[in-house]
C-alpha cells in the first residue's frame, strides 16, 4: 500500500504537505503532479492537495489534513486511514 499525492507547481499548501509527508519514515509516498495529466488536471484542478492511499490498484480519498497540522498531528491522522496491520 502506498499513498499518493495530487499536487500541482507553485502550491503551497501541496508542497508544505508534501515536506511533512516525507519527514514520516514509514510511508511509501508517491507525488503526482496534476498538470502531466488531462484527467488528473480534470478531477483535481480545484482539489489539491488531495492524498489517497493505494491498495490493489484501487485509489481511496483521505481528507485533506490542517495545513496547520504537525508532522506528528499528520501521522495520527494517517493511523486512522492506514492499518497497523497493513505494510505502509
Do not use: N
Amino acid at each position: 500500500m502506498q499513498l499518493i499525492l495530487y499536487s500541482k507547481p507553485g502550491c503551497h499548501l501541496c508542497e508544505g504537505l508534501q515536506e511533512k509527508l516525507e519527514q514520516i519514515q514509514s510511508l511509501d509516498l508517491e507525488v503526482r503532479d496534476i498538470t502531466t495529466r488531462e484527467d488528473w488536471f480534470a478531477a483535481y484542478q480545484y482539489e489539491v492537495p488531495v492524498l489517497c492511499k493505494e491498495m490493489a490498484g484501487t485509489e481511496k480519498l483521505i481528507p485533506r489534513p490542517s495545513p496547520r497540522a504537525t508532522v506528528p498531528q499528520l501521522e495520527q491522522l494517517l493511523q486512522k486511514y492506514l492499518p497497523a496491520d497493513e505494510p505502509k
